[in-house]
């Protein structure tokens, strides 16, 4: 299992992802055009308010795209002086203004308070994880920065599995006979929580098995000591 998670072609579809839902959630705002929203944000800012979704939408742009390099072993080996410098763009001009100027844009989600606690959570535990990639690569702690690298993406990337099971959860009540209204109410309800929650049972998932073997470390210190 372990050396199927560290194939190449895992991490290049999750690039894929990253650089499609980018453009798809980047495009239509680029144009700072209100008529260009997703349905979902019309008429939910007084003029001027929006300002945050752009900075939202603009900083989980950078977020998605620099993230998903940071996991590209040829860099880190090759360029760290390039994996450090788009990590600090991913922590600095990502993570920290997207879950800061989201966190402000859940609070009007028309997913209500359900919506609003789980995207709520979202952000604050996206800023703690990117809290703590930063703490420990400053402390030279180069697992435990991976592990929360990996926990803090695995946030970053509910943009994508939030556009994955939104539409998903649409059809499946749709199918069975729920107005279209109604299903699509009923998922927004939903999304706010299964975007990211299943991601980061993954992510634990993946620190646990990309973990070093402790027992052999256990092993090779003790025999070390008795010599």
Known sequence: ???????????????????????????????????????????????????????????????????????WKWLR?????????????????????????????????????????????????????GVMALRTILQRDIQHHREWMIRNYALTFAAVTLRLWLPLLIMIQASSGIEIDI???SAYQTVPWLAWVPNIIVAEGLIHMLQPNKTKSLITNQQLSTQ
């Open 183 to 185: 299903a699509i109410a």
């Open 1 to 71: 299992m372990k050396a199927l998670i560290q194939k190449r072609w895992v991490w290049l579809l999750m690039v894929f992802f990253a650089i499609v839902i980018t453009i798809m959630a980047v495009v239509p705002y680029a144009t700072l055009n209100r008529e260009n929203f997703a349905p979902v944000f019309d008429g939910r800012f007084e003029l001027g308010g929006e300002i945050w979704l752009y900075i939202h939408v603009f900083t989980g742009g950078i977020v998605l795209f620099t993230g998903a390099f940071q996991f």
């Open 77 to 129: 080996t090759k360029h760290p002086r390039i994996h450090c410098l788009t990590g600090r763009i991913y922590l600095f001009l990502g993570i920290f203004p997207s879950a800061i100027s989201g966190f402000i844009v859940a609070q009007g989600t028309v997913a209500g308070l359900t919506g609003q606690f789980g995207f709520s959570l979202l952000s604050i535990m996206w800023i703690i994880t």
